[in-house]
């Protein structure tokens, strides 16, 4: 006789498999319930199974998405806002992408089909 298994984040009630998962301390101010608990609409263990490995897997990414976004995460002060800092210059002394691929043209294009500076512009944007 074969023995059911549990799986991860899944209990069987009348043969129907739910899905079942405790919210942490920190997350339950997002939360109504401090458990999230509903059908997964199989009998099924293996469809079970992977149904609540894909839950499981958007509930942890929606966790890490709170936590990042909450104010009391530690070191949050030292994030740098992308927004707010400027775009940096190029130092004066640095050549240009054109004029450096120009030497690299003279100096590795001989002997070359014109495909080969063609498909280098290309990749360099002009």
Known sequence: MLKTQSNSHTF?????????RRMSADLCRHYKTSRIAYSLQTRSARDARIRAMSDAAKLDRQRHILRISSDDLPGKHLLRDIAEEPVAEPPAECPLLRDVVGVYLHLMG?????????????????
């Open 12 to 20: 069987q009630k009348n043969g129907i498999w739910y899905f079942s």
């Open 110 to 126: 001989n002997d070359r089909p014109p495909t080969f500076e063609a498909a280098l512009k290309r990749a360099c944007g002009y």
